[in-house]
């Protein structure tokens, strides 16, 4: 597997490899998702040995107090090959600086799993103080 942020995929690769999700919200408006990625602090993306995207990762970040995981996906044919750690993993070593850390996902165990094992700790979860998080999607 190669990690690269300067090896940009085309735009057929990206929509291809979130159509392999069913991030449909992203496909639907195509358009909106190349001009967020090209305005992102930083993409990651993963190939595997043939040169195929199997996944990326996005930040949004001031590079001083946050650092948001906007999209972190791996193509189904690649999961559980350590893509996906590999990626978070970059962008913890980038961002290692960074006060907080912050993604929003979906309420799936294996989320919840995948996260935790990257030390990672769910809103509710924080002691002594539980930690509110506020969003609104459109």
């Known amino acids: 597997m190669e990690l690269s942020t300067t090896k940009v995929p085309s735009e057929e690769e990206v929509l291809s490899l979130y159509n392999s999700v069913g991030w ?3 496909t639907d408006q195509p358009e909106v998702l190349f001009e967020g990625l090209r305005n992102s602090a ?3 993306y993963a190939y595997d040995d043939d040169h ?3 996944g990326l990762v996005r930040v949004v970040s001031d590079n001083a107090t946050i650092c948001y995981v906007q999209d ?4 189904p044919s690649a999961h559980r090959a350590g893509v996906g750690r590999a990626l978070f993993s970059a962008v913890q070593a980038k961002y290692g600086h960074v006060r907080q850390l912050v993604l929003i996902t979906d309420d799936e165990p294996v989320q919840r799993a995948f996260y935790e094992s ?3 700790t769910e809103g509710s979860d ?3 103080g539980v930690i509110r998080t506020f969003a609104k999607f459109s």
Do not use: N
Not at 72 to 75: D, K, P, T
């Open 126 to 128: 924080f002691r002594p």
């Open 52 to 54: 195929q995207l199997v």
């Open 24 to 26: 449909s919200a992203y």
């Open 118 to 120: 990257m030390g990672l």
């Open 42 to 44: 930083c993409a990651i």
């Open 72 to 75: 972190i996906l791996v193509r």
